[in-house]
């Protein structure tokens, strides 16, 4: 197994820290996190609630920033970049499915999928055209004028892959997207991101449920705001 | 251009805000729909206004003054009760002295005569007596019939001219030329018809004065003490302030004044007029604009309180936008733009609900008035882009709110 650098990786934490102030204390959510991802690779982020997995996956997503510790994300480190910086890279690199969907209840599928163009500054043609074959690729091109709520579960996390994947980003980074499905149609999900893993998607998959993580093919497990365990599954 | 392409979704997020809350939408909308109503009915009227002044105005000349015991530019009352008379001496001292003036006129008024033909009646009539310089002074034109003649003027013929009020009112279908009609219970022959003047204040313009001989108005009403007004018509509008300067320097002479004494009689000319004019026009119009103003502020805290319940039910709506990359500025943008979406929606409704009110306030309530109010376009525009200003002012606050939430916080939101 090839050695993970920042240069080799598509992310790479390096001794992250994430430490929260509650009043006077100080509370440590991450306690010197090393971990990097290579390109096409399928990853799932382990742990229980409070063992800092959330915190994590928010540090990959830019949505926060760490306390200290280096994050080099395609090699360049973005630990100190500004908001304008990081929304920048959440709108290019990072395509996010969420545990609840997270779609705009009042537009419809194809004005969801085209949102992430429309903040990338994509001209109006060329943002519906993809928008139309992201739908195409999750098969729920005969939906698109359908709001959120005319959709079923399933549905509405397979328009939220669509819009993660439009502006063809460097990783698929999924929080418990099986959280809020049955099991069967959690299942499908899970069919549908080995599919994309094996189109050359990266994944990164956060999750606590042992039987979905396994999905992945290594496993990384946190605990205490630490790597707890690092294991290649598949 | 990145948000042109969000235009329609904050049109139709405004507009679901609108319908999914009505009544709030409303009253935080009413505050800017009565400012902006207010200004573009105030712009109607004050354009309606000026247009009537200008017409009334055009009835009086400019360059020439009047020698009057009044000053018409307001004072003291009881002051210019005391002040002595004007004297009709007066009119030839001022005739050999004075070198800059074109023509003289010399006329007594009386108000509130009463006017009679048959069984018709005219109420508050001016009787205006005047001598042969009138016709120079004054804008006065014959429409029918004649002006009187010198023989006329000397002699206290009892002949008259009449305006066009009283003409149509006490002779409605017939031609007043030749008739007798009688100037409180004085009867006098209509030799001419003064043409129509128009406009706000016909009561004091000639469409409602009879003009006859000054010694005719003397037999008429007797003699003793009467003030006259001299009118003095300047020789070249350019200078007329020479000619004004010339006139106060010889009644002072007549009058005997000392050069710190104040003035013991008005010169008085249309130019003063036209300021009161201007004052109460200034005066309602900043009237107007104080309301709408008001209005602006009431309604623009409207849309400040109604954009804020907006982010905060929209705070997770937030997270997810930058968490697919939208960026502070973007935000601002959008919320900045749903506030001007709501207050230009106000300002339409305003405009919507004012044009059939000056449609209809012109055909039905000024239908017989001089007076005519039309939409004006100009105060309209004024009027949205107060609107616009007003969305974008109080949605500042709202839009940085939410421009600065917290993309974890805001996600985790429910």
């Not at chain 1, 994300?73 to 545990?99: P, S, T, Y």
């Not at chain 2, 119009?285 to 954009?307: D, E, K, Q, R, Y």
Request: aromatic share 8%; proline share 3%; net charge neutral.
């Amino acid at each position: 197994m090839e050695q993970y650098t920042p240069a080799n990786s598509v992310i790479y934490l390096e001794d992250i820290f994430r430490v929260y102030h509650m009043g006077a204390e100080e509370v440590y959510a991450l306690r010197g996190v090393t971990v990097g991802v290579h390109r096409n690779e399928y990853v799932a982020i382990m742990g229980p609630s409070g063992s800092g997995k959330s915190t994590l996956m928010n540090l990959i997503g830019c949505l926060d920033t760490p306390s200290s510790g280096n994050y080099f994300f395609n090699g360049a480190n973005v630990a100190g970049l500004d908001d304008n910086e990081l929304a920048e890279i959440r709108n290019k690199e990072i395509g996010f499915v969420f545990q609840t969907f997270n779609l705009l209840p009042r537009s419809d599928a194809l004005h969801n999928v085209e949102l992430p163009l429309v903040y990338a500054g994509i001209k109006k043609e060329e943002r519906l055209e993809r928008a139309y074959q992201a739908l195409e690729m999750v098969g729920l091109s005969d939906r698109a004028t359908h709001k959120p709520n005319e959709l079923s579960g399933g549905q509405r996390q397979r328009v939220a892959i669509a819009r993660a994947l439009v502006t063809r980003p460097s990783i698929l980074l999924a929080d418990e997207p099986t959280g809020n499905l049955d099991t069967k149609t959690g299942e499908d999900i899970m069919r549908f991101f080995e599919e994309l893993h094996a189109k050359g998607n990266t994944i990164i998959l956060v999750t606590h449920e042992e039987d979905i993580a396994h999905h992945a093919h290594r496993i990384v497990r946190i605990r205490d705001g630490k790597v707890e365990r690092d294991e290649v599954t598949r | 251009m990145k948000f042109i392409g969000d235009t329609r979704e904050s049109l139709s997020i405004a507009l679901t805000a609108v319908r999914a809350n009505p009544l709030r939408s409303t009253l935080t909308m009413l505050g800017i729909i009565i400012g902006i109503f207010t200004i573009t009915l105030m712009g109607a009227f004050l354009n309606g206004m000026d247009h009537l002044f200008r017409q009334t105005a055009s009835s009086m000349k400019t360059d020439v003054y009047y020698v009057d015991k009044w000053s018409w530019g307001g004072g003291d009352w009881r002051l210019m009760r005391n002040r002595p008379d004007i004297q009709e001496e007066y009119l030839n001292q001022l005739q050999a002295k004075m070198t800059t003036a074109a023509s003289f006129s010399m006329s007594i008024g009386k108000w509130g005569q009463n006017v009679k033909y048959k069984n018709r009646s005219v109420q508050f009539v001016t009787a205006d007596g005047v001598n042969e310089g009138y016709l120079q002074t004054e804008s006065m034109n014959i429409q029918y019939g004649r002006f009187f003649t010198s023989a006329e003027l000397l002699s206290a013929r009892p002949v008259c001219v009449i305006g066009y009020e009283i003409a149509s009112k006490l002779f409605p279908n017939t031609s007043p030329l030749g008739e007798v009609i009688r100037v409180s219970g004085y009867p006098l022959q209509v030799i001419g018809i003064a043409k129509r003047v128009g406009g706000l204040f016909s009561v004091f313009t000639i469409d409602n004065t009879v003009v006859m001989p000054y010694r005719t108005l003397q037999t008429a009403f007797g003699q003793k003490h009467q003030s006259v007004t001299i009118g003095v018509k300047a020789k070249s509008v350019e200078h007329k302030l020479d000619t004004k300067d010339e006139l106060e320097f010889y009644m002072r002479q007549i009058r005997k004044l000392k050069p710190n004494d104040q003035l013991n009689f008005g010169i008085n000319n249309q130019d003063q007029f036209n300021e009161q004019i201007d004052k109460i026009s200034g005066l309602l119009s900043t009237v107007g604009f104080l309301i709408t103003g008001l209005s602006l502020l009431v309604g623009g805290i409207g849309i400040m309180n109604i954009m804020y319940v907006s982010v905060k039910e929209r705070t997770r709506e937030i997270g997810i936008r930058k968490a697919i990359g939208a960026t502070r500025r973007s935000l601002v943008f959008q919320f900045l733009y749903e506030a001007t979406i709501l207050a230009l929606l106000a300002g339409a409704i305003a405009l919507a609900l004012a044009y059939p009110v000056t449609v209809l306030a012109n055909n039905l309530l000024l239908s017989d008035s001089d007076l005519q109010i039309a939409f004006p376009i100009a105060y309209a525009g004024l009027g949205l882009g107060l609107a616009i200003a007003t969305g974008i002012i109080f949605g500042l606050a709202p839009a940085l709110r939410a421009s600065r939430l917290d993309p974890v916080d805001a996600l985790r939101y429910e």
